[in-house]
């Protein structure tokens, strides 16, 4: 735990191009530095074709709103923030986990916005953050298992099982990325007990 309260994780490289790996912190102090940093990342995978709540083309500032919630969030205590940097500093990865406040259902949380700057992916950044942020629930008090939701199409259902989930669960259809064009919205589950 650092001074400020931050908790780093150590990645767990398995890096199969290079030997860089990234460093991960949950709950880093907040700056215009990392705001700006997590805008530009989840623009740059969202336009890269990423599924992360929007649809390309999309600017940085449009984005900045959906990030300022999870921030109050995170400030509030209601979600915690896993962040990746590379060996320069750069907000390389990323992905929130966000606690229930039902109080039948504070022993599991959820996981959102899982990304991998598009210049990183496949060179095993995307399972090292999930490693790490399993890591972090487990050493979360009381909650014993993950959910996650991804859209349907893409193939993330493969790399989250390869991470450990299964799915349970699939609306058809409930994402529509455009007029005409609909996505499923799958379920994932990981049990931690
Ligand atoms: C999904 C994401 C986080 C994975 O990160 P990554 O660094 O590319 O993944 P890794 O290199 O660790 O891949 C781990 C394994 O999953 C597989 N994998 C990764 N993305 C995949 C995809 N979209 N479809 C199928 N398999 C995939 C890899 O091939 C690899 O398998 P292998 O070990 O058998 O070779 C990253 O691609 C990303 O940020 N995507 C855009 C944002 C997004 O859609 N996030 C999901 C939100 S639900």
Not at 6 to 34: H, N, R, W, Y
Not at 116 to 132: I, T, Y
Not at 149 to 169: D, I, K, M, N, P
Request: proline share 5%.
């Amino acid at each position: 735990m650092g001074p400020d309260g931050s908790l780093k994780i150590a990645g767990e490289c398995s890096d199969k191009v290079g030997p860089m790996s990234l460093t991960f912190e949950m709950d880093p102090p907040v700056d215009a530095q990392l705001r700006d940093g997590l805008c530009t990342l989840w623009a740059d995978v969202t336009n890269a074709g990423g599924a992360i709540g929007f649809v390309p083309p999309v600017t940085p500032d449009a984005i900045r709103q959906d990030l300022l919630t999870h921030l109050v969030s995170v400030d509030a205590g209601r979600t915690r923030m896993l962040i990746g940097r590379d060996e320069h500093g750069a907000i390389a990865a990323g992905a929130f986990l966000v606690l229930n406040t039902h109080r039948l259902k504070r022993h599991w949380c959820s996981v959102y916005t899982v990304m991998v700057h598009p210049s990183l992916q496949g060179r095993g950044h995307g399972r090292d953050l999930m490693s790490a942020t399993e890591k972090a629930a487990r050493g979360m008090e009381g909650i014993t298992a993950l959910r996650l939701t991804c859209r349907g199409g893409l193939g993330l259902e493969q790399f989250y099982a390869s991470c450990g989930y299964r799915e349970v669960g699939r609306l058809p259809g409930a994402i529509k990325v455009a007029d005409g064009e609909l996505r499923d919205d799958v379920t994932l589950w990981m049990d931690l007990a």
